[in-house]
């Protein structure tokens, strides 16, 4: 995780992050569910009268709180990733579709998706540090030592019940979401790492 990484480097990470934004702005739009987290920051918005993107930074920023006493460190990917995401979601969501048929909502949640795992094949591959989120994950997993599924699985569980108490959109789409997610970034992480390569950033 460099702090000078090359420009094609910030370009596959910042590419990554807004085209992952967009996916979340893309299921926001559908109306029939969204992500686990994003659950969370719609209801949270709901509370404080925020967008969906503001709540989305405020709770990047708190999670990266928690991770100091498992020792994590940010890199400029996370620190971007907080950002652009957040600002990604903001900026595209009011310019989307947002259909009625369920057809088309439907559709909408599926293109969103892919858009997410597209974008995290990207900015995973730069290797410029973890989201605030996948950081906090992988450090409870470190000090715990369970298995990293199970890790995941409980804290978006709790995301998604928190979320979903203050007016979070729980639906469909939410459950499409968390089926199909984890296959299609694996299948985009093995694209892109064929096409790129893991970047290699100065020191």
């Known amino acids: ?10 370009i596959i990470l910042i590419s990554g992050l807004w085209i992952f934004g967009t996916g979340d702005a893309v299921i926001i ?14 209801g949270i918005g709901n509370q404080f009268d925020w967008t969906i993107g503001e709540a989305t930074f405020a709770i990047s920023v708190a999670v990266l709180f928690l991770w100091i006493p498992l020792k994590e460190k940010p890199g400029i990917g ?25 057809f088309l909502q439907l559709l909408q949640v599926l293109i969103g998706t892919i858009f997410v795992g597209i974008g995290s094949g990207l900015y995973l591959t730069a290797n410029l540090g973890p989201g605030p989120r996948d950081g906090w994950m992988t450090g409870i997993q470190r000090i715990t030592n369970l298995p990293i599924g199970r890790v995941r699985t409980t804290i978006e569980l709790i995301a998604l019940l928190i979320g979903w108490k203050l ?37």
């Not at 559908?30 to 920051?41: H, Q």
């Open 1 to 10: 995780m460099s702090t000078r990484p090359k420009p094609r480097t910030l």
């Open 29 to 42: 739009a559908a109306g029939v569910g969204v992500a686990p987290w994003t659950v969370l920051a719609q």
């Open 78 to 102: 996370t620190l971007l990733n907080a950002i652009l995401i957040a600002v990604a979601i903001d900026v595209m969501e009011p310019r989307l579709p947002h259909p009625e048929g369920e």
């Open 167 to 203: 007016g979070g959109i729980f639906g469909i789409g939410t459950i499409i979401f968390a089926i199909l997610i984890g296959p299609i970034v694996a299948l985009f992480l093995q694209l892109t790492g064929r096409l790129w390569g893991a970047p290699q950033n100065d020191d």
